[in-house]
């Protein structure tokens, strides 16, 4: 078995609208195949979009980003970074909030996250900086020059989007385990 970490899921957030990408907390979510029901990410498929440009903007893909998690520890970086006194998961449009792991947004693509009740979820990648965050930020401060801060200050910590592998309750407070899936290098990438 690869090396296990483990840590802490703080805090769930959902979104039932789609007039905004911004999650409200909630106590517990079931995870199914297609994600948190009713959630605005929820899913099977998904359109492409900016992130997927090696296809025609709007085509059907699979939804690898059903989850966007992200670590306490990296939202106090990112605030530090910004010169402001906290940035809040709910503004990153985050649906679990996660402490304890430390690099939480480098952890390799395929990691799994066991949770106690025995749903799991698989890391797809790390959820890039993008505008619509800066300005949830930037309104909350009234300060519009934020808005240019957040993706320098973000990068690397802004967390990650998951997939649902076997579906389960989750609930906040509760402990996960982490499963590394065995890294190495492509030796393509080596001039061989």
Known sequence: ????????????????????????????????????????????????????PWYTRGTDIKNTRQLSLVSTEELETIAQKMEVESVKAEWLGANMLVSGVSDFTLLPIGSRLFFDNGAVIVIEGENLPCINPAK?????????????????????????????????????????????????LYPGLMGK
């Open 136 to 184: 949830v930020i930037a309104a909350y401060y009234q300060n519009k020059d934020l808005e240019k801060r957040f993706a320098k200050a973000a990068k690397e910590k802004r967390g990650v989007v998951a997939w649902i592998e076997k579906e389960g309750m989750v609930h906040a407070p509760s402990q996960f385990k982490i499963m590394l899936p065995r890294q190495r």
């Open 1 to 52: 078995m690869d090396k296990k970490i483990s840590g802490q899921l703080q805090q769930l957030y959902a979104c039932y609208s789609s007039d905004t990408f911004v999650t409200q907390s909630v106590d517990k979510i079931a995870l199914g195949f297609e994600g948190i029901k009713d959630d605005r990410h929820a899913g099977m498929t998904r359109k492409s979009d900016a992130r997927t």
